[in-house]
């Protein structure tokens, strides 16, 4: 009942069909009104959102470079502060990770970047069960909060 906005840097990834997965996003997005489909990095995104969901970012290179994606798609650091940065006060922020080590870094990054976390733990699903253990960690941006998050 709300207007979406998609994002994936790797838009362009083909699944076992041909088709890509900015065909799927632009087709699924054309279904709702107010829906947008962004072939792009989070970092071209602006406004404000009051929830954001952000399925498996990449927190390391090796991840990174094994799907392909040039090394200029790698800032973890810069990218959770563009997702902060998008959350309006009030709003909730929930990132999905794969693996304990994904997890504690995500958990490190929000540290570094004095972003607070709410909570985080392990998920599961009855739908796809996952090859490697997923955790949700949520953030809640507070309300009245006016001031950045940092790099340092």
């Known amino acids: ?3 979406w906005h ?13 088709m890509t997965r900015a065909a799927y996003g632009r087709a699924w997005a054309a279904r709702y009104e107010g829906c947008h489909y962004h072939a792009t990095t989070l970092m071209a995104l602006t406004g404000e959102y009051d929830v954001i969901v952000w399925f ?3 927190l390391f290179e090796d991840t990174l470079s094994a ?13 959770l502060i563009q997702a902060y940065a998008l959350l309006r ?16 870094e995500q958990q490190r990054l929000c540290r570094v970047a004095d972003i607070p976390w709410a ?3 392990a998920i599961s699903s009855t739908f796809s069960p996952f090859k490697r253990p997923r955790f949700a960690l949520r953030i809640v941006k507070p309300l009245g909060y006016d001031g950045k998050a940092s790099l340092e």
């Open 56 to 58: 498996l970012p990449f």
């Open 6 to 18: 998609g994002v994936e840097v790797d838009a362009y990834a083909r699944y076992w069909n041909g």
């Open 89 to 104: 006060p009030g709003g909730t922020l929930l990132i999905i990770n794969q693996g304990a080590a994904e997890h504690e």
């Open 119 to 121: 909570a985080g733990s």
């Open 1 to 3: 009942p709300f207007a």
């Open 67 to 79: 799907y392909g994606l040039p090394r200029r798609y790698f800032d973890p650091q810069g990218l």
